[in-house]
C-alpha cells in the first residue's frame, strides 16, 4: 500500500520561507505527476503546484515567483520550496500523488497534510 509522509510545516514570520517535503513509500512502479495543494479553514482546497515526471511544472499565480516545487522521481519525494511567504498562505498543505502505478493498479493518493502558519 501507498503512503504519503509529510514534512516541513510550521511557523513563520512573513517574508520568511519553509520547505515542505513529501515521501511517497510503498511498492511504485511509476507516478504521473505529484502535487501540493492547500486548504484553508471554509475555503475550498486549491492546488498549489504540480510537477509531472519530466519535470514540467504549473503554479497558482499566487505563488508563482515565490514557490518552487521539486521532485525525485528515483525516490518518489517531492518538495515544495516557499519564499517570501504571506499570511495569506497560511493553510494546510496536503501532497498529492497522481496517478500511481502499484501492484494494485493505478490510483491517486492524499497526504495527511502539514499545517503552515505565516504571521504578520
Known amino acids: 500500500q501507498v503512503q504519503l509522509v509529510e514534512s516541513g510545516g510550521g511557523l513563520v514570520q512573513a517574508g520568511g520561507s519553509l520547505r515542505l517535503s513529501c515521501a511517497a513509500t510503498g511498492s511504485i512502479f511509476s507516478v504521473y505527476a505529484m502535487a501540493w495543494y492547500r486548504q484553508a479553514p471554509g475555503k475550498e482546497r486549491e492546488a498549489v503546484a504540480r510537477i509531472l515526471s519530466g519535470s514540467v511544472t504549473t503554479y497558482a499565480d499566487s505563488v508563482k515567483g515565490r514557490f518552487t516545487i521539486s521532485r525525485d522521481n528515483g525516490r518518489n519525494t517531492v518538495s515544495l520550496q516557499m519564499n517570501s511567504l504571506r499570511p495569506e498562505d497560511t493553510c494546510v498543505y496536503y501532497c498529492?500523488?497522481?496517478?500511481?502505478?502499484?501492484?494494485?493498479?493505478?490510483?491517486?493518493?492524499w497526504g495527511q497534510g502539514t499545517q503552515v502558519t505565516v504571521s504578520s
Open positions: 498529492f500523488v497522481d496517478r500511481a502505478r502499484t501492484t494494485s493498479g493505478v490510483r491517486n493518493y
